[in-house]
């Protein structure tokens, strides 16, 4: 784990696209947005290894080459961050619809053997001071089974190479959970039977739950929707976006009105772009008279939860009809 790695001199590093630019099924890479909270690693791919280790019975360290020679798997599925962990009942409308190709978790962990432990932790190669604290690695800890289920040791986005932005050579990613877990310029993966203590898994990234006083880490997506286009077209408006979330999506209502939304249509709703944790399109053409201003969706899925209409991160997305979102 000695390799070096450089660091973009920025410390933090955030981008994304007006909701306009997600308006295709699948985002192209140059429309995804990016975060990296102490900038964007860069790593050499010759020297890269990654490190498979913990409570295994052989212990692993993979070039780039090994992980070509294992069987690929390929996902289409939504990348969405949580939003700045700092300020977590704001809505920031980070997302993208991407094609993943890679070894599946699985794979790796069955060549190791796995002993026992019911946590996988993994460990990216950048480092630097996030809020006041240094890190010498950003680390995440998910649960073994869902990773050993459907994670993906990713090498490629739509097809290419990842870009140094988006975690080259390899990051890990979890279909239906939140953006912070899909850890880029991955290094290391360890089984656990405990939760590491980090800025980044126990500190940060960590939620209440209805029921519990315990805060619980920010895994499964909430469900949610973002419109991409609102425009009059005659007597009518025409809205569509796209809906998504950890559990199905069920039904989409759009709403229009003045100041706010007031009258409520259901939406028609397409299948899964790519695959269950893909992305759904949603459409409507509610009646909007002169006096109608505002655009706004709202999602519900199939564990009965629904978009709050405000004061959450999955609030419901309100838009100025006639403007481009
Ligand atoms: N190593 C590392 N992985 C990381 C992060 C990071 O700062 N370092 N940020 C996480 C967060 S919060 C999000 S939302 C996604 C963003 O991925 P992207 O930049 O490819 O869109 O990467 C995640 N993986
Ligand atoms: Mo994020």
Redesign the pocket.
């Known amino acids: 784990m000695s390799l070096d790695v450089s660091m973009s001199p920025d410390a933090t590093t955030k981008w994304q696209p007006a909701p306009a630019r997600l308006d295709e099924p699948t985002t192209a890479v140059e429309d ?7 900038g964007i ?1 860069h790593v050499d791919a010759d020297a890269w290894r990654l490190h498979v280790g913990g409570a295994v019975e052989r212990p692993l360290e993979l070039s780039l080459a090994d992980l070509h020679a294992m069987p690929t798997v390929q996902v289409q599925a939504v ?4 939003g700045n962990p700092l300020l977590p009942d704001e809505p920031t409308r ?1 997302a ?1 619809n991407v094609v993943w190709t890679g070894v599946a978790v699985r794979t790796v962990l069955d060549e190791a053997g796995v002993r026992d432990g019911d946590l996988l932790w993994a460990e ?3 480092h630097g001071v996030f809020d006041g604290v240094p890190c010498t690695e ?1 680390r995440k800890d998910l649960p073994l089974d869902v990773v050993r289920e459907r994670g993906v040791l990713a090498h490629a986005m739509n097809g290419e190479p990842l870009t140094a ?3 080259f050579p390899v ?1 890990l990613f979890v279909p239906g959970y ?3 877990n ?4 991955l290094r290391a993966l360890t089984v656990a039977d405990h939760r590491p203590d980090h800025l980044f898994t126990t500190t940060l990234y960590q939620r209440s739950v209805p029921g519990s006083t315990t805060l619980a880490p920010v895994r499964d997506l909430d469900v949610i929707s973002l419109v991409t286009a609102a425009r009059r077209d005659g007597p009518r408006a025409h809205v569509r976006g796209w809906a998504w979330g950890s559990a199905p999506v069920t039904r989409v209502e759009v709403g229009l009105g003045t100041d706010g939304p007031e009258e409520w249509v259901d939406a028609t709703l397409g299948e899964p772009v790519g695959g269950p944790f893909g992305w759904r399109r949603f459409e409507a053409f509610p009646t909007a008279g002169p006096e109608a201003r505002v655009v706004a969706a709202r999602a519900h899925d199939a564990a009965g939860r629904s978009q709050p209409l405000g004061g959450a991160r999955n609030a419901c997305h309100v838009v100025a009809l006639d403007q481009e979102p």
């Open positions: 995804l947005y990016v975060i990296g909270h102490f690693a990348l969405e961050c949580f980070r993208g990216g190669h950048d950003y932005e988006h975690g990051r939140f953006g912070t899909n850890v880029k310029w």
